[in-house]
Nanobody, 127 residues
Framework: QVQLVESGGGLVQAGDSLRLSCAASGRTFSSAAMGWFRQAPGKEREFVATISRTGGSTYYADPVKGRCTISRDNAKHTVYLQMNSLKPEDTALYYC????????????????????WGQGTQVTVSS
């Protein structure tokens, strides 16, 4: 089992920055690829960013590419999402998730590959 707890969300203005954190406990954190997803009201959950077990590989969704950075600290069992130049369309509930992937796979954008999910942290961006 892996328990994930997100924090760092809030109400900000367009152009501001936020850093989301996700603290993990339980099964070996350093063995998991980690991802961030988001879900806006009335919309489906969408992929935001993912990072490999070692942090050596990352991948971003087009809407956040260049504005967001995913990172991890395996010693602290924490993954981060730094979000800059926030836009109203970034408003959503942000979830972190953990995936224990098959050998040869380092990251994934598919939500069905993530076995463990946090409860989410709300990000609201006003215009």
């Amino acid at each position: 089992q892996v328990q994930l707890v997100e924090s760092g969300g809030g109400l900000v203005q367009a152009g501001d920055s936020l850093r989301l954190s996700c603290a993990a406990s339980g099964r070996t954190f350093s063995s998991a690829a980690m991802g961030w997803f988001r879900q806006a009201p009335g919309k489906e959950r969408e992929f935001v960013a993912t990072i490999s077990r070692t942090g050596g590989s990352t991948y971003y969704a087009d809407p956040v590419k260049g504005r967001c950075t995913i990172s991890r600290d395996n010693a602290k069992h924490t993954v981060y999402l730094q979000m800059n130049s926030l836009k109203p369309e970034d408003t959503a509930l942000y979830y972190c998730a953990a995936a224990f992937l098959a050998p040869g796979l380092v990251t994934t954008t598919l939500p069905e590959e993530y076995a463990y999910w946090g409860q989410g942290t709300q990000v609201t961006v006003s215009s």
